[in-house]
């Protein structure tokens, strides 16, 4: 009888054990950090800012879709596997892009999260006094400059978008409509910038793994821009985007090139260097997305830290580079461009009879062109593999910087004070300099420049849509007959009209 | 709010307990006080191990009542002392409540005396006498002819109707009186009766009562039937067990005495088309889960059932088991049996119950078989000329230049048969022993088992050893104990094969250089395509899963009192497997490997659980029978996993993450879940007439956010079994006649582990070559979320006709679906993830169907015949989304979405555009609507193009001209099973099918595309080269400008089909020749699976998975096997 006692007992304890445990059911996930623990020490608040740099490494923006953006503007074609493969790219080139493009949904996708992760930044860090004061500084400041970057990409590419300026939670109108770009320009883009030339450091006061963050020369750099593409979308497209005289914006350009120039920023002696793993962050970078060859992540996963862009510009089946799938064919148009003697050429494509690479010599038949981009190639000495590619992409350098100040210049009628500017670029590429064009030929010359300096770089669809009748004309002469004014900005995606019927659709699509 | 939950959760925990305690401390008392008794089914189940003993006992007959027993002194209950004789002796007790005053008071003096002088003295002053017959201590009804002369005596024998031998100690009891009398040794009885227009009751246990008219006769040789076919089945219930007959829900059980008789690998094999209602969509590949649907798919997030082995819940992995240790199968289809599953009941409940011993009942067994395994209906593809023919007119359709090596397409021969070298003939061998047995008090079964599977595919293959090891023990009276425990051991080589890269590699590349090397595409895309070499990459790659599995539970059953039983069960099942991919560097196009790959991956998952229950069982005088089970059962899940990879070995033959140098990589993670719950059930009967069954289960999980964890999931069931009313008595055909009618309401809690919690990601950015730790909102939380629940009502009868001959089970149901989690349009502006949504409660789905199932005895005897026959329909709906915006679904590449939820419509169902024949010259391009316009004459629509319909009428064919092109759930499902048996030979073939559903072959967009550098299937030799010569199959043009190969009825083929699934042929070895060799039996089969499929599907097998879309699906073998059957 005393057995079955405790029997009883174990029965008794069993039914309590499983009944009585009050955080039986408290599972909090183990792998993640719950919203209220965090943004309370310094290291949390670099941990968040560093998270708004991340999504400019995404496929969707720097590794590949701002780039095939020259595929667009008639520098190249997509080469690929042929077929489908890159038929959303192909369809922007022929501008016959639907909403449904599956790229342009990518090119809409891309910012928002990198604007959330700003404006979370800017509400939680500037309410933190845990953090000395120049830290903090700096890191709204790189907020301020990451969030101005990621809308001026949207302004340009759509045009009218939702102005979200805090980070929105569950019961928030989450279905804003859309708001007319110069309200983006005149109450984002610019005060972010000015905001952030106030509080970022300069370049070289970084060190160590701070080296790649947006500094002072950066801000200044991109407002440089803005006010530029604000200038021209007024004089060549109709637009009325700020307030001020366009002349004034010009005017605005030179003055912040020249804020550029003072804080050091230098050519590099040699084209190329801009594209060599060993020589990222230099004198002549302002800012570039940075990339690390050794991912732990997936290459095709948004936490990859490889860089795309020479596994997909290697020329398909050559083994020259580690992947290779040949996507951005060069043009006969587009190499027949380069001025004799023009030294970027055999820097940036590979053709017949140019100097070898990786210790292959090129063979055409390997694009359906006969070229290949060479410029973002890295051998595979230092990546050996497709998924290990570490070269950063450029989103501002100082050869940039000089010839949007000679197009500044250029436009406030300054024609010959811009050839200064333009020589030093064409110096480097080891051409004569340019001298005693008349306003139009110079606005040109200086076109010309900048598509073969900065080419297939994602800048040249930037440069035709602040242009728009000199692009029709150009893409009409090389076949891409198909385009109009209103190709000039990109559909709002299907999806997101879907997800917020507010947004309306531009016109054309 | 949040306090009030918190109170109701305490509440609720405290009358959990109260209950128990209440419960628990009165029984225990009385349990001390009370003497033990023998139930009713204990006797039952001592009489059916009596047939498994050879009568040879009969001489020593009453030898054990010589024994010497010990009695306690005072006042007792009669049956009590009885029993302990009968206990004391090792006698089993047989006796009829009739005739036994049981609970009759009497008064024991004497302690120590003989069993045989104990039972005089406590039957002395009844009608009762004592025999002992094969071990059975028998109570019986004196003969009264002694004192009642004038009375008229009847005899007789009584036999087994099936067997024909002779029954001792059956009671006949004179109808009306108390009189009777039993049958002696030899079967044979003697009864006086006062008049020979009376009428006699014979009663056995284990048999059927039989009532007899005496009708003027003095001699009646009766013979008795067994009950066990009728209604003695136990059915496993969760939680329980309960007699078929008293069923009110809807289960379905599956035979598994035959599963050692056919060559099965795995426990998803034995189920399909088994059961009405249970879809099984098999894996073709081997050692893979199958995909269950039960009653058809009850909502978008996982239908997957919840699979119950031997009481512990898991979702996967059940292919672990070795199908010959399995006793029986039970699928619990209505909500009102699986609602005791509550939160995890919505998708039915598949209850596994592995093999135990049976006392005094020793086997051996071994069960082999080996076969030979092929893939079937391989698609017919262009061979090299064919397709350098048609590369040559794709090419030039676009203006591009042909390639200059299919200038003389005939020079290039038959080419490269890739899906050829791709499959091969696969062997197939499965060893089991088995052994089990036990004693009064401990039983046990042991079996162990070798499957050795290669794939159909070259470098697949699945090896799975596998240890069952049960065991019960009584220890005392009272207490049970026992354990089932399965280990298991897996190596699934999955390896690296693409069955659509081997359909569209190209015939005129070879597989192999001629230095031996494997080929790759080497040149322009255009001419050589990149497809990577499925032969190299299946060889090169290896890519393999280790699986170490622990499913085991350890359970303790007390009787405390006669109607009271508690059990406490603890189980755990412990996942633990290995991944690894290697991969050796090589250097062919389109992608090479310049480095040698290794990476390694250990994952474990465990979940323990422990269930307490308990259950009072009382069946009244007046018929009643009553039946409470009370539970409670908490389980916890924590799964981990880690990954590393490496590359650059020095050599192939280490292959250790230490061998490799470069690019080292290291990611892990974990999580984890609980549940608690509390349940409880009561059965009702009355006569076995009128049935009531209701449960009600509480469940907590972790799953949700601290206002929404509990959920109440209520159901009820009644049945009346109308062949019991007395109106009812004139229709002789029908033996048994039962209505069902049930409600309940079970619930999904697969919804990921932490879709409440608001949290942030850790994600990398880098800064000058160093990686930098970056912390970011990601998922927009939704605290709110909360059970999804699944609202069933059912209704449904079972009839037996024609002697049994015949069974019928029909179910009809409406299964609804609340509070569906549906994903929250998440608009990207917002910054947080627009795939990775919250999701929120506002889904509804409505499942309705009907399922039939019959069994029929045809022929009996020496030649027999059985047919079962099941049939099933289901018409699944998505009665509301979200909001109106239908969700794309089913990705099957970057730019192919096939499937659509939307409201209205049937889930997955295929949505794109509608073709309307081809183009035949360019009047009719520039008259229909525009579908691709433009100056470039190579990249336009063109005659040779498809027609797509304009469904808008706006005159442009766009995103808008789509419509909804097919339904890939089927309208029915159904198998046929006929079974012979002649002398020794028996035979079995089994059809199954289902009917009415879509299929999108998806192989086709690429196969049948003629867009790109991609082989294609001989169907477009017939293709568009001129006017009228096609309207079916288009133009080959490169780069596809018409969007030929777009999402459209193109593609979508009917999916029904009937298939030969299994005939098995089987010869059992006449018993004096298998005695020779001390075999009790051997039974030799040829067996052949999937032989024979009829379908127009053009596919390989029409067995896709169940969102209908057929892409790189592993085909399932066909699979022809010579097995053996060997019972010691």
Known sequence: MKFKNHIYQVILLTILLAGCKSQFLNKAPLDSINTANFYQTKSDAIAAINGAYQPLQWPKLYNMRMWTTDIMAGNSVTGGAGGTDGIETKNEANFVTKPSN???????????????????????????????????????????????????????????????????????????????????????????????????????????????????????????????????????????????????????????????????????????DNFNPNHENDQESLFSVQYYGKTSNSFWSNENQSSWTSTFMGPRNSNMVAGAYGWDQPTQEFVNAYEKGDKRKDATVLYKGGPSFGGMNYDPSWSNTGFNVRKFLVPKSIAPTYDSSPLNFNVLRYSDVLLMKAEALNELGQTSASETPLNEVRTRAGLSGVSGLNQSNMRLKILHERRMELAFEGQRWFDLISHPDYALNFLHSIGRTNATKNNFLLPIPQKAIDANPNLTQNPGY | MKHKRIRETLLWKCIGISVFLLFIQPFGVLAQKGT?????????????????????????????????????????????????????????????????????????????????????????????????????????????????SQEISVTGKVTDAGTGQTLPGVNIVIKGTTQGTATNSKGIYNISVPSLQDTLIYSYIGYQTKTVPINGRTKI?????????????????????????????????????????????????????????????????????????????????NSNPLIVIDGVPTTTGYNMLNPNSIKSIQVLKGASAAAIYGSRGANGVIIITTKSGKSGH???????????????????????????????????????????????????????DWLGHLFHTAPIQSYSISYSGGNKKTNYYVSGNMLDQQGTVISTDYKRYSIQLNSDTKLLKDLTFGDRLTLEHDIKNHGNYSIINAMKALPTQPIYNSDGTYAGPNGRASWVGSITNPVGQANLINNSTLGYNILGSVYGKLQITKHLRFKSDFGIKANFWDGRTW????????????????????????????????????????????????????????????????????????????????????????????????????????????????????????????????????????????????????????????????????????????????????????????????VVPSVMPNPNVHWESVEQYDIGLDADMFNNRISL??????????????????????????????????????????????????????????????????????????????????????????????????????????TNGIFQNQQQVNAYAVQQPGADPYNRTSPGDIKFVDLNNDGVINSNDRTYIGNPNPDFTFSLNNSFSYKNFDLQI???????????????????????AINQTSAVLNRWTGPGTSNTMPRAIYNDPNGNTRVSNRYVEDGSYLRVKNITLGYTLPRRLSQRFSVNMARIYMSGENLWTLTNYSGISPEVPVNGIDLNVYPVARTISLGLNIRF
């Open chain 2, 36 to 148: 033990a008794t023998i139930s009713h089914k204990k006797i039952l189940a001592s009489t059916y191990e009596l047939k498994n003993q050879k009568p040879d006992t009969q001489k020593k007959q009453g030898a054990e009542l010589n024994k010497i027993v010990i009695l306690k002194k005072g006042k007792q209950r009669f049956i009590s002392v009885i029993k302990s004789i009968a206990d004391q002796t090792g006698l089993k007790l047989s006796y009829s409540e009739q005739i036994v005053p049981v609970n009759k008071e009497i008064n024991i003096e004497e302690v120590k005396l003989t069993a045989r002088k104990a039972l005089k003295n406590v039957l002395k002053g009844t009608s009762l006498s004592f025999d002992v017959y094969s071990k059975q201590l028998v109570l019986f009804l004196k003969t009264q002819s002694d004192n009642q």
């Open chain 1, 102 to 272: 599956p790229g342009v949904l990518d090119l809409w996708r891309g910012p928002w999260p990198g604007i959330l992760r700003a404006n979370t930044v800017l509400q939680k860090v500037s309410g933190m006094n845990t953090i000395e004061p120049t830290l903090k500084n700096r890191i709204l400041g790189e907020a301020h400059f990451l969030r101005a970057l990621y809308y001026f990409n949207l302004v340009r590419f759509f045009g009218a978008v939702p102005m979200i300026t805090k980070p929105q939670h569950p019961g928030d109108n989450l279905r804003p409509p859309r708001t007319k770009p110069s309200d983006i320009y005149n109450k984002v883009i610019i005060p972010d910038l000015k905001k952030a030339i106030q509080l970022l450091p300069a370049k070289s006061s970084y060190s160590g793994s701070d080296i790649g963050r947006a500094s002072k020369g950066s801000a200044t750099g991109l407002l440089a821009k803005v006010y530029l593409t604000i200038a021209n979308m007024q004089k060549f497209a109709g637009k009325k985007y700020d307030n001020q005289s366009t002349n004034s914006d010009y005017q605005q350009v030179v003055k912040l090139c020249d804020q550029v120039t003072q804080l050091g920023y230098k050519l590099d002696a040699n084209y190329a």
């Open chain 2, 990 to 1012: 089994f059809l199954q099918g289902v009917y009415g559903n879509k299929i999108f072959n998806a192989n086709r967009i690429w196969n049948q595309g003629m867009a790109s």
């Open chain 2, 583 to 774: 991969s050796p560097k090589y250097n062919w196009q389109p992608i090479p490997q310049p480095k040698s790959y290794l990476s390694k991956n250990y994952n474990k998952n465990i979940t323990w659980l422990t269930d307490n229950t308990l259950t009072y069982d009382k069946m009244f005088n007046d018929g009643q029978h009553v039946k409470v089970m009370l539970g409670t059962s908490a389980q916890s899940n924590r799964s981990d996993w880690m990954r590393g990879s490496v590359q650059g070995f020095a050599s192939k033959k280490t292959q250790q993450l230490t061998n490799g140098t470069d690019q080292p990589t290291l990611n892990g993670d974990a999580s984890e879940w609980s549940l608690l719950s509390f349940m409880g059930r009561v059965n009702y009967s009355y006569n076995d007439t009128y049935l009531v069954t209701t449960t009600l289960r509480r469940d907590g999980s972790s799953r949700f956010g601290s206002g929404n964890k509990w959920g109440l999931f209520p159901s009820g069931s009644v049945a009346w079994r109308i062949s019991n009313e007395n109106f009812f008595k004139p229709v002789k055909f029908i033996n048994n006649l039962k209505l069902r009618a049930g409600y309940g309401v079970t619930g999904n809690q697969e919804i990921g582990n932490y879709s409440f919690a608001s949290v942030l990601q850790t994600v990398q950015y880098n800064l000058n070559g160093q990686l930098v730790g970056a």
């Open chain 2, 809 to 914: 089970t029909f179910d009809a149901y409406i299964k609804n679906t609340n509070g569906m989690l549906v994903p929250e349009s998440v608009p990207i502006t917002t910054g947080y993830s627009d795939i990775n949504v919250p999701s929120i409660n506002a889904g509804k789905m409505q499942n309705k169907g009907m399922e039939l199932s019959v069994s029929s005895k045809n022929v009996k005897g020496k030649f027999s015949w059985n047919t079962k026959f099941n049939i099933s329909y289901n018409r699944n709906r998505i009665v509301s989304l979200n909001d109106t915006v239908p969700m794309p679904e089913g990705n099957i590449d970057f730019n192919y979405t096939v499937g659509r939820l939307e409201a209205g419509h049937p889930v997955n169902e295929f949505y794109g555009y509608v």
């Open chain 2, 362 to 416: 020793n086997q051996f067994n071994v069960d082999v078989y080996r076969g030979i395994q092929q893939v079937t209906n391989l698609p017919n593809m262009l061979n090299a000329t064919q397709y350098a023919k048609l590369s040559n007119s794709m090419l030039a359709n676009n203006g591009l230049p042909e390639n200059p090596a299919f200038s003389k397409p005939s020079s290039l021969g038959q080419g490269t």
């Open chain 2, 221 to 301: 040789n009766i013979a008795l039937t067994t009950k066990i076919l009728n209604g003695q089945t136990l059915v496993v219930v969760g939680y329980g067990t309960q007699e078929k007959k008293d069923l009110t829900g809807s289960i379905a059980t599956i035979k598994t005495r035959n599963l050692s008789s056919v060559p099965v690998p795995s426990v998803s094999d034995a189920l399909q088309g088994k059961a009405s209602g249970v879809q099984v969509i098999s894996s073709g590949v081997p050692g893979n889960d199958a995909t269950f649907r039960i009653r058809g798919t009850s909502t978008i997030n």
